[in-house]
């Protein structure tokens, strides 16, 4: 027969007992619950650091694509700025061209005369208002020197004194309206105005509507200047070689 000290004594061991299984079940649980938020965690880290890798990733080659870009334009940018002294308009910066000084030869040309390319041309000695210089031209079979491209601005840079030399543009109507004497087209030719040129200078009482070449300390590439067409420079004249 058991006491009852006996069944009270096994019935508390028994709940001891369960009170310890729920104990250990409840730290497992914590345990496990534990394990999984960080692992979790670790899930979550790993994702933010694929994604910060990706974006660096992505980053990098933005910038690998910005300096291809900027090199790019460095190059281009030297070869436009070579460009842009050929075909300058008036009101920025000229860079200098420097040339080496050639003796010219007469060619097929008429006494006096010298040959480049298709043309024939001469350099004056005296000196003449713009009208006249074009009159003198005329009668001599050509008209004041046509700048039809940079070869030929160069040749002449190259056989001219560094003093000013009348040309075959003029405004002849409209200020700003600018022609060729032998009617080429203003606008097909590169332009070499000089910096700040045309100025149509007010302080002459006509203003300024001839073409020039510009008197110049050094040789170069010779720029243009527009001058006051009633005032006297020596002049270059145009004419085709014979057989052009
Ligand atoms: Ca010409
Ligand atoms: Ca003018
Ligand atoms: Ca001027």
């Keep these: ?45 790993l994702l933010i650091t694929g994604i910060k890798f990706s974006k660096l990733n992505q980053d990098m080659a933005d910038v690998k694509l910005h300096l291809e870009t900027i090199k790019t334009s460095v190059m281009n940018g030297r070869t436009s700025s070579a460009a842009s002294q050929q075909s300058h ?20 040309c008429t006494e006096g005369w010298v040959v480049f390319q298709s043309s024939c041309y ?12 074009e009159e003198q031209c005329r009668t001599n079979g050509g008209h004041l020197l046509v700048l039809n491209n940079v ?3 160069d040749y002449i840079s190259k056989i001219i004194p560094v003093v000013g030399f009348w040309i075959g543009l003029v405004e002849r109507q409209h200020e700003g309206h ?19 040129q045309p100025d149509n200078w007010d302080y002459r009482e006509n203003g300024e ?26 002049f270059i004249c145009e004419a085709a070689k014979p057989g052009h």
């Design 122 to 133: 001469l350099l004056s000695q005296a000196s003449a208002t713009w009208s006249k210089a």
């Design 1 to 45: 027969m058991e006491s009852p000290e006996y069944h009270e004594f096994g019935s508390s061991n028994s709940i001891e007992e369960r009170r310890i299984t729920l104990q250990k079940g409840v730290r497992s649980r914590v345990v496990y619950i534990l394990y999984g938020v960080l692992v979790l965690l670790l899930l979550i880290l």
């Design 151 to 153: 070869e030929e601005l």
């Design 209 to 234: 509507d001839c073409g020039q070449i510009h008197s110049t300390q050094t040789r170069r590439r010779r720029l243009w200047n527009d001058a006051d067409c009633s005032l006297e420079y020596r």
């Design 89 to 108: 308009s008036g009101g920025t910066t000229v860079q200098p061209v420097y040339l080496k000084g050639i003796d010219p030869v007469r060619g097929p």
């Design 178 to 196: 600018w022609s060729w004497v032998d009617g080429t087209n203003y606008a097909s030719t590169p332009t070499f105005w000089d910096e700040g």
